[in-house]
């Protein structure tokens, strides 16, 4: 099975089911996504073929512009990717704790089943979720609540500090000093660069003359 002719498929199959939640496709870049008051929600398609079959990786999250706005001049992504960028992105194995897990198609009955599949993961569990995540309080939970720890909707934990002491300062959390250090720390026991470090703190002393509306 080719990777195109799938892929053609199985959009046509699962538009009108994103159609009615509000999302539209954008196949350039292999989605469907839903524009918010915050940002956007979206369902990504990354299929690959293995002999016969092909192997579908589906991620989906959301993009919060006041963090991505700040996020993005200190990441460094290149400025045409900055409007694109997700604040959280997970993969439906890694949600549900099965990391490396993969939706495996051989024949066209397959499609319909994968395709019934997501639709029902995402309508109890993956929408609710987006839904829920989609302000900046949930986001700071996410984030900060276990600092030391790795968080699973970022897929580059790096990131993840930079992202969370933004969210931080944009709440107003009170204990956002101490944070600061604890994602210090953990860049440094992650194992982040030197540059990483110092962009860390570039953007810390940004935030620290920041004032969010």
């Known amino acids: 099975m080719l990777v195109k002719p799938f892929e053609i498929t199985l959009y046509h199959k699962l538009r009108l089911f994103f159609k009615e939640q509000g999302f539209v496709l954008m196949a350039d870049k292999k989605q469907f996504r839903k524009v918010t008051p915050t940002g956007f929600q979206n369902v990504i398609f990354t299929a690959t073929s293995y002999d016969d079959e092909i192997w579908l990786e589906v991620n989906f999250g959301c993009r919060n512009n006041q963090v991505e706005q700040i996020a993005q001049q200190f990441i460094g992504n290149t400025r045409d990717f900055w409007s694109e960028s997700n604040t959280i992105v997970v993969s439906i194995g890694k949600y549900n704790d099965a990391k490396y897990f ?3 198609i051989m024949t066209e009955p397959d499609i319909e089943d994968v395709c019934d599949i997501i639709k029902d993961f995402l309508i109890t569990q993956g929408f609710p979720f987006l839904n829920q995540s989609d302000n900046l309080l949930v986001l700071n939970d996410i984030f900060n609540k276990y600092p030391k720890k790795p968080c699973k909707y970022l897929y580059n934990q790096v990131h993840r500090s930079f992202k969370g002491i933004i969210t931080a300062k944009l ?4 204990k956002f000093l101490d ?4 994602h210090r720390q953990n860049l440094i026991r992650i194992g982040a660069t030197h540059e990483d470090l110092l962009t860390f703190e570039r ?3 940004f935030l620290l003359y920041h004032s969010p509306n």
Do not use: A
């Open 102 to 104: 993969r939706y495996k």
């Open 171 to 174: 709440i107003h959390e009170e």
């Open 179 to 182: 944070l600061t250090d604890k």
């Open 203 to 205: 953007l810390l002393s």
